[in-house]
């Protein structure tokens, strides 16, 4: 039979109970403790560090662009984010896939045919007028004229009554004057362009340019950079003579 526990020995068995249940950290889970905290700081610091190095040397003037330009970024992504949802919604709807196919291949028929010529036009862009009193412009002239406005994105070409394409042709005429597309032009020559006013009209003015040389041989040049041009003159198809649809 056991003896009875004195007063006294209760409270100590009730500590020593505590002791032996108290966890007791070994000493690699203190290291690895201490190791995380120097990390998290560590880490912590050379972020904030990184923030400083990139923005705290520039000016006032310079964040304001930045955060213009972000705010601009991220209403663009909306806006393509939202189209793009738009576009699939449609396209996934049975309801609008056919109508949906129908305008794709509307915009593509009127995109070719303004490239083609074959539609007429309208958009910002320029008007050129070329007086050439004395008669000394040349075929070549013309055809760098045309071949500048291209490379600066012009996207639809004329000449007085003629729409330019990449096939269109110049020519001297058999009384003197210049003909193109089989069309007699008469000076002063009015050109019009379709495309970004700034680069077509920055394009034109270059020293060494087609206009520069136009001056050269004698003719007055003027370019002014319109909001809308129009232009009406269109160009029939030339019927195939080797190919046909594929069914």
Known sequence: MSEPLSPASGPRAWRRLGRALRPRPTRA???????????????????????????????????????????????????????LERQLAELTDSKTQDEAARQVALDQAQTQGILAGTLPAQGPGVKITVNDPGGGLDTALMAA???????????????????????????????????????????????LAIGDPTTLQGALGMAGGALAAMRTAGAKTTVSAEDLVIIEAVKSPAPAEYATALE
């Open 29 to 83: 889970q203190v290291t690895t403790g201490v190791l995380c905290l120097i990390l998290g700081f560590g880490l912590a610091t050379q972020f904030h560090h990184t923030r400083e190095a990139d923005f705290s040397t520039l000016r006032q003037s310079e964040l304001i662009e930045v955060l213009d330009q972000l705010t601009t970024r991220a209403e663009r992504l909306r806006q393509d984010n939202a189209q």
């Open 145 to 191: 004229l045309v071949d500048e406005l291209r490379n600066a994105g012009a996207e639809a070409i004329s000449v007085g009554t003629v729409r330019v394409t990449v096939s269109t042709w110049f020519a001297l005429g058999d009384q003197g004057g210049l003909v193109a597309e089989g069309q007699r032009l008469t000076s002063p020559y009015h050109w």
